[in-house]
């Protein structure tokens, strides 16, 4: 019995190890190709989900990205530096900011356009792999959220 549960404590045997060490592979794979956009990766989620959907509340981008607005703000006051996005207090609730893109911020897709195809090559995994697993690792994050 004492050889399962050493087992089990085995690093190499840990799915959450491998997520996170695929994550970090993930961020060092993006980093040169974000240099060249002048963007860090949660900057360039944020981007792609303003290019997806241009104006959501900074709460519907923290709820869609899993940030707190502590992580967020900083975040989106470097865009909005950067001349990239531009934040206002919704009129009706000033509590809450509405972000939208701005010209600069719409043309930086297309300089974004060959990021996907450029990580889809260096994954090695063929599209219908990558879709299968993306499928895979969002239902992992979903029974896991539910189990909190």
Known sequence: MRRKADESLRLDNQVCFAVYAAGHAFTRAYKPLLGKLGLTYPQYLVMLLLWEHDGPT???IGERLHLDSGTLTPLLKRLETMGLVHRARLPEDERQLRVTLTDKGRA??????DVPRAIGCASGLAPDEAKRLRHELVALQAALARAQ
């Open 58 to 60: 900074m709460r519907e």
């Open 108 to 113: 930086l897709r297309e300089a974004a356009a």
